[in-house]
């Protein structure tokens, strides 16, 4: 049984061994050395002495949870068996066949540069990351795929449900990459507004902050660096232990992570603890971004995040509305009709910008100040038009393919599906468009106790 399945290119076009051939190599014996199983077919199938190829592709194919495509250009990664393995394998996860993860590894081309199916996936660039951080993401990968299995067993036991809702998940495909792209959009902002926050605050490295929703640590980091002067410590929790464990990989002596729910009923007793064993009493500056509009119960949190806010101290959310999100030229509406379709399908209230102020102040919040930062394609090259695409849409599409699993009609949800990339294609193509308009606002609210 395999656990992955490593796809690549071997010979260019004048029988030479490829660079593609060379990185799969290293991240196979990477794999294997982490004990993960990963099909490769220069040792794999000489090891198996199978005769009939297609069929030791297939068999393999059928067992991996995961597909790595390798490539250093857009022709390697659609030539013959390359385009068979990967396609075919996207095709079963898609159609719900199987359960399973798709990404690419890449290394002397841009992404942009990759075949559509393969660009709205998970890619991995070689100058960004080290192959011990693949092994880490696959290793993830099929854990996360492993709980998604049993889900989709169990659900037989159930009624079918036509409109389920979709909790995030960082385990998606592309979701670490999007959001260390949608962080640098805002990260200037965030620091200006909080730069003047700070300074009302004690200063002598004394300020205690809590990072709610923390994900795997990135803004986190590069945010409250620019402030170390001044902060004492940064404690970052978030409920998904994954990303937990991605943010404390590397020693950082500002910050501390923990995997931590504030909807959990013992979040009180847990914050408490973490605070006493950093010697925290109570905290300075509570900051949270593009977390509370997941929330069940947004007032309860309110709550208990200003009862471990000392007197005087400030909250700082940032959240997103998609009545706040705009395009022109839309003739055909395609804009609204995706944003619309996305509230519908998504456990998470995407219009949340507009009750931050309600909410807010039922809390027991005081001093509150509501502005939008306001991101648009007016100054963006083609480069940064598609990066701006990629975090407003993308992830859009993801949810839409989860939502084939939950489903009973599989052909249906399929269907769904397609003509919703259909949307999203167009409405990348006027991303490609220097003329076209875009222009999403970032709400935030500010509140002190």
């Known amino acids: 049984m395999f656990d992955a399945f490593i796809s690549y290119k071997k ?6 061994i490829t660079k593609d051939r060379e990185m799969a190599e290293s991240l196979h014996k990477a794999l294997q050395d982490a ?10 199938l000489s090891s198996l002495g199978v005769a009939e190829y297609k069929k030791a592709i297939d068999d393999a194919l059928d067992d991996a949870k995961i597909l790595i495509a390798v490539g250093t250009s857009s022709e390697n990664l659609l030539s013959g ?12 996860i898609l159609s719900g066949k199987k359960e399973g993860r798709l990404f690419t590894y890449i290394d002397d081309m841009a992404v942009v540069d990759l075949p559509r199916s393969l660009r709205q996936l998970q890619v991995f660039e070689a100058r960004e990351v080290t192959i011990a951080e693949i092994v880490d993401y696959v290793s993830s990968s099929l854990v996360a795929c492993s709980g ?10 159930r009624q079918a449900d036509n409109h389920p809702k979709i909790r995030y998940s960082y385990s998606d495909s592309e979701e670490a990459r999007r959001l260390k792209s949608q962080a640098m959009l805002v990260l200037e902002n965030d620091a200006a507004i909080i730069s003047g926050i700070l ?4 200063s002598e490295k004394t300020i205690s902050v809590l990072d709610l929703g923390c994900s795997d640590g990135y803004l986190t980091k590069q945010l409250f660096g620019k402030f170390a002067d001044c902060i004492k410590i940064v404690v970052g929790i978030d409920r998904d232990n994954l990303c937990i464990q991605q ?4 020693q950082n002596d500002l910050c501390e992570f923990y995997c931590l729910d504030v909807e959990e009923p013992d979040f009180d007793q847990a914050i408490h603890r973490i605070m006493d064993e950093n010697e925290i009493n ?11 509009h997941h929330l069940e119960d947004r007032k309860a949190a309110l709550i208990k995040l200003r009862k471990i806010l000392r007197k005087g101290g400030i909250l700082y959310v940032r959240t997103c509305d998609d009545g706040e999100i705009f395009g022109y030229p839309d003739d055909k509406d395609l804009i609204q009709s995706v944003l619309r379709k996305t509230q519908d399908i998504v456990q998470a209230n995407r219009n949340h910008g507009r009750m931050m102020f309600s909410e807010l102040y039922k809390a027991g919040f ?17 480069d940064e038009r598609y990066e701006f695409y990629f975090d407003i849409f993308n992830w859009r599409k993801n949810r839409m393919k989860k939502r084939i699993e939950m489903l009973e009609n599989k052909e249906i949800a399929l269907n769904e599906y397609v003509k919703f990339c259909e949307m999203l294609d167009e409405i990348e193509e006027y991303f490609c468009d220097p003329s076209f308009y875009f222009c999403v606002a970032g709400p935030i609210a500010i509140g002190r106790r």
């Open 35 to 44: 004990g993960i199983n990963a099909f490769y077919s220069d040792c794999t």
């Open 282 to 292: 109570q905290f300075d500056f509570v900051f949270s971004a593009l977390t509370l």
């Open 199 to 202: 300074s009302e605050l004690p």
């Open 366 to 382: 005081k001093d509150i100040a509501i502005q939008n930062y306001y991101v648009t394609t007016a100054e963006m090259d083609a």
């Open 247 to 250: 943010a404390s990989l590397e």
């Open 81 to 92: 068996w390359v385009r068979y393995e990967w396609d075919g394998f996207f095709n079963d």
């Open 148 to 157: 998604a299995a049993k889900a989709i067993q169990n659900k037989s036991t």
């Open 11 to 16: 010979h260019d076009a004048d029988g030479n």
